[in-house]
């Protein structure tokens, strides 16, 4: 098992940046990619950012590209995600996942950290 804690959120004004983290415990050496899904109020769960734990290799939804930033630390068992330039239509609840193989469903997930951009 792997155990997920999103941190980070807040709110914040059109413009600003932000920093999430996500700090992964327990099998964490089984852990293949980690991801950013985010949640906004009445909308269905949405991809934003991923990275694969080993290549740090990364991929970004069309909506975030030159604004997000995702990376990680190894050391820290840790995925960050950088947003700047937020939009007010970046509000949501932010979920950090975790799977263990390159496709298929994401396996963990954690709590959720609700991020809100004022105009």
């Known amino acids: 098992q792997v155990q997920l804690a999103e941190s980070g959120g807040g709110l914040v004004q059109a413009g600003d940046s932000l920093k999430l983290s996500c700090a992964a415990s327990g099998r964490t050496a089984s852990v293949f990619r980690m991801a950013w899904f985010r949640q906004a109020p009445g909308k269905e769960r949405e991809f934003v950012a991923h990275?694969?734990?080993?290549?740090?290799?990364?991929y970004y939804a069309d909506s975030v590209k030159d604004r997000f930033t995702v990376s990680r630390d190894n050391a820290k068992n840790t995925v960050y995600l950088q947003m700047n330039s937020l939009k007010p239509e970046d509000t949501a609840v932010y979920y950090c996942a975790a799977r263990r193989v390159a496709f298929g469903l994401y396996d963990y997930w954690g709590q959720g950290t609700q991020v809100t951009v004022s105009s």
């Open positions: 990275i694969n734990w080993n290549s740090a290799s990364t």
